[in-house]
């Protein structure tokens, strides 16, 4: 009884436990083997078929043996050729094990040996493929030529019996082995998208970590899951066309919804821009992303949580606001206009701060300041036109202009004595020009800037002095001057050290007075490092006196 139960069940486990198995090898193993069983568990498992189905169902109902199949397959190539195409979901594995299937689906005992053969000649088309380019990429060696003379080399005779050529089901067993699919480790969230695949399909895939945590599975593992859920890769592609037709038709009823909402909160934002007053131009730019308003051009787009009443709020304050301004400019410009003062006190503070935040009762007010600063400029213009011509009688017009800062108080106020002004200037014309012949005829032109000089163009000398008096001053300072620097440099030599006159101390010395010769000395002995503390004695290479000319020819600009 065990036995009859067993029997009517032996196919339909045998085909779902082959269908899961993962190992191919051992399927293969186990159809060359023991086939006679199968025939007795397949007459009792369709003859338990014949009993519980009806009469007229089972005299319909044609039963496909393995003898029947197994002719079907010795003479029709095409059906083989189409039972082992490989395509990007059914790899070499798959393809065995789809045969095996269909031998247990039969009951077992089914002729593979036309399946094997074919599977055989494409393995062996393909190894010589893969050779023949791996021979090509491959760089030709380099064979020295046999020294003339020699030997032809013998050829290798080969002891014992021949080794058999592997038959078509061990070279189906060994690519079985070797295919690529069961060690290859592949992304599962690219293959998933790849092959179509669902997260309820994988929930129970084994994984591992890869870089950076990415998920990685086995490719035969991807490939089965693919395989049983698509069957081929014709499936899969027409799965991703339905697929990508669903995601584009959501894709345009979910543009078509928006942008009727869209053209239903543009309508609603127009009608709320006519009844506030608004331009009609503020809706006509939000086209572009580049709008005025953000929030406005937002909720036009994508809705949001705000109210329009809340986004129009500070539109329309800033539109009344724009509107007062307008009008209070409307009003000042026409009775600028009528005193003929708006072209040069449209660019005064006054002007701007009332156009701003004024009141227009004010405009009055603003206007008879504009009078007054009107009649203030027409007088300083006089004033101005007046000091041209007291300047130019002068003869002071290529020096001042009557716009200088230094008449800035009498052309505002036309407070002082302009008269005495411009005397003065006259006057320290005068003395300048006086002071600069003398000091160009003594030669010391280049001593006009100082301060002595400064004082007396300017009229502020303590005494009544004379141009005469400020050069006397200058020669007899620049005379002590050369005198000191005399002294300095006879010293410096007689101590054979550098003339070095610009020295801060020696300097000091020589414009001041400051200090002692002695003093100087030291401290520039000082300040001289040790490897030229001393000069060459005189007349030797290198010395002053054996030069182009003495330390005291080269300073003679000093006296």
């Not at 027409?238 to 995601?247: E, I, T």
């Amino acid at each position: 009884m065990i036995r009859d139960r067993r029997a009517r069940s032996i196919p339909i486990q045998r085909l779902g436990n082959y269908a899961h198995q993962s190992e191919v090898e051992d399927a293969l193993q186990e159809t060359t083997e023991d086939s006679s069983g199968y025939d007795e568990e397949m007459q009792l498992a369709c003859k338990a078929t014949r009993r519980a189905a009806p009469s007229r169902a089972a005299s319909s109902r044609s039963v496909t043996t393995a003898e029947t199949l197994s002719r079907l397959l010795a003479a029709a190539p095409s059906l083989i050729d189409v039972l082992l195409q490989e395509d990007s979901v059914r790899c070499l594995t798959l393809v065995v094990r789809d045969v095996i299937n269909l031998s247990l689906a039969a009951g077992g005992g089914v002729c593979l040996e036309p399946v094997w053969d074919a599977l055989a000649v494409r393995i062996r088309r393909q190894q010589a493929e893969a050779a023949a380019e791996a021979a090509a990429c491959e760089p030709a060696a380099d064979i020295e030529p046999e020294p003339a003379g020699a030997e032809p080399p013998r050829k290798r005779r080969r002891k014992g019996r021949k080794a058999a050529d592997p038959s078509s089901l061990e070279i189906v067993q060994a690519a079985v082995a070797a295919d690529p699919a069961r060690t290859t480790q592949v992304k599962r969230n690219e293959s998933m998208w790849q092959m179509q695949l669902s997260q309820r399909s994988v929930q129970g895939l084994e994984t591992s970590k890869g870089h950076y945590g990415v998920k990685l599975c086995s490719e035969l593992s991807i490939r089965e899951l693919a395989h049983r859920k698509h069957g081929d890769e014709a499936s899969m592609e027409a799965s991703k066309a339905a697929a990508l037709a669903r995601c584009l038709q959501a894709r345009e009823t979910q543009e078509r919804r928006r942008q009727a909402a869209r053209s239903q909160r543009l309508e609603e934002l127009q009608l709320r821009l006519a009844e506030s007053g608004l331009p009609a131009s503020i809706a006509a730019r939000l086209d572009d992303r580049l709008a005025d308003n953000w929030p406005l051009y937002c909720y036009v787009e994508y809705g949001g949580s705000r109210s329009l009443s809340d986004i129009l709020e500070p539109l329309i304050a800033a539109q009344r606001e724009r509107s007062s301004r307008e009008e209070r400019q409307r009003v000042l410009n026409a009775r600028l206009e009528e005193e003929g003062l708006l072209g040069w006190f449209r660019g005064t503070w006054r002007y701007r701060s009332f156009v701003s935040c004024g009141l227009v009762d004010e405009a009055e007010a603003v206007v008879q300041v504009a009078r007054r600063q009107h009649h203030a400029r027409q007088q300083a213009l006089g004033r101005i036109l007046d000091l041209e011509d007291r300047l130019d009688e002068a003869g002071l017009s290529c020096l001042y202009s009557a716009t200088s800062p230094l008449f800035a108080g009498w052309v505002a106020s036309g407070q002082g004595d302009i008269e005495a002004l411009v005397q003065g200037l006259e006057d320290q014309m005068q003395r300048e020009v006086q002071l600069l012949q003398l000091l160009e005829a003594n030669g010391i032109m280049y001593r006009r800037t100082a301060f002595r000089c400064r004082q007396y163009i300017l009229g502020k000398s303590p005494h009544s002095q004379s141009a005469g008096d400020v050069v006397k001053s200058l020669l007899r300072s620049l005379a002590r001057q050369h005198k000191r620097s005399r002294q300095l440099l006879d010293r410096l030599a007689a101590e054979r050290l550098p003339p070095q006159l610009t020295h801060v101390a020696a300097a000091a010395f020589i414009k001041e007075g400051s200090g002692s010769v002695e003093e100087v000395v030291r401290v520039m002995r000082l300040s001289i490092s040790p490897g030229s503390t001393r000069s060459p004695a005189t007349g030797t290479p290198g010395s002053p006196a054996a030069g182009s000319g003495s330390s005291r020819q080269r300073f003679a600009f000093l006296s």
